[in-house]
């Protein structure tokens, strides 16, 4: 069956610090991954997909991801994080039905 | 491009009463997607249209959820009657269809956020 595990359910970070959010999953065949960021009050933006091919994904708001099938990961990164990221994030695994973690709630200290 | 629309963002009702939320997907995306989003949680999805036909529904809670997608455009959620536990958000979600490159990709609305008394 298909599962997503988000191991930090909350992390602070301080502006301008670095950022990763991990991702792991299980999935039984070559896994579609997707990560979602929500703010209070609103739906779910797409942040960043991987189908297949380069294992590093780049996608909006400067956030990249990596896929790592030995590991059976796909952890978010942002190199520098601005206040306006505090937000929750979701990572999904899946084609047509998406399976979510449980979200990772992101705080920025100023 | 427009994206996906719900009506209403926010609805308080009574145990017991009766609810409907509304969906409008993105303009030719033959895939739509109801999820539920209890708080604290990452959404489950509860039933997935594909055009105006049931692809999978297994999570629906069919005694008192039902869902419709007339014309395989808009698309409606009901429950009846609502208890405490359906206190949540519920997103709609299309995605452009099984023929399309990216058919895969999930594009949400806003949400409806329902609060059950």
């Known amino acids: 069956a298909q599962s997503v595990t988000q191991p930090d359910i909350h992390i602070t970070v301080s502006e301008g610090a670095s950022l990763e959010l991990r991702c792991n999953y299980s999935y039984g065949a070559t896994p579609y991954l997707f990560w979602y960021v929500q703010s209070p009050g609103q739906g779910l933006q797409l942040l960043l997909k991987y189908f297949s091919?380069?294992?590093?994904?780049?996608?909006?708001?400067?956030?990249?991801?990596?896929?790592?099938?030995?590991?059976?990961?796909?952890?978010?990164?942002?190199?520098?994080?601005?206040w306006s990221d505090a937000a929750e994030y979701f990572c999904a695994v899946g084609a047509q039905k998406l399976v979510f973690g449980q979200g990772t709630r992101l705080t920025i200290n100023p | 491009?427009?994206?996906?629309?719900?009506?209403?963002?926010?609805?308080?009702?009574?145990?017991?009463?009766?609810?409907?939320?509304?969906?409008?997907?993105?303009?030719?995306?033959?895939?739509?997607?109801?999820?539920?989003q209890i708080l604290g949680q990452g959404p489950k999805l509860l039933i997935q249209f594909q055009n105006n036909g049931v692809v999978d529904d297994s999570q629906l809670p069919k005694d008192r959820f039902s869902a419709e997608r007339l014309k395989g455009v808009d698309s409606t959620l009901k429950i009846q009657p609502a208890k405490l536990e359906d206190s949540a958000v519920y997103l709609c979600a299309s995605?452009?269809?099984?023929?399309?490159?990216?058919s895969y990709t999930q594009y949400f609305g806003p949400g409806t956020r329902l609060t059950v008394l």
Do not use: M
């Open chain 1, 53 to 82: 091919g380069d294992t590093l994904v780049q996608g909006i708001k400067g956030f990249e991801a990596e896929f790592k099938r030995s590991q059976s990961s796909f952890n978010l990164r942002k190199p520098s994080v601005h």
């Open chain 2, 1 to 36: 491009e427009a994206g996906v629309a719900q009506s209403p963002r926010y609805k308080i009702i009574e145990k017991r009463q009766s609810v409907a939320f509304w969906c409008n997907p993105i303009s030719g995306h033959a895939t739509l997607y109801w999820y539920q």
């Open chain 2, 95 to 102: 995605s452009p269809g099984p023929l399309a490159a990216s």
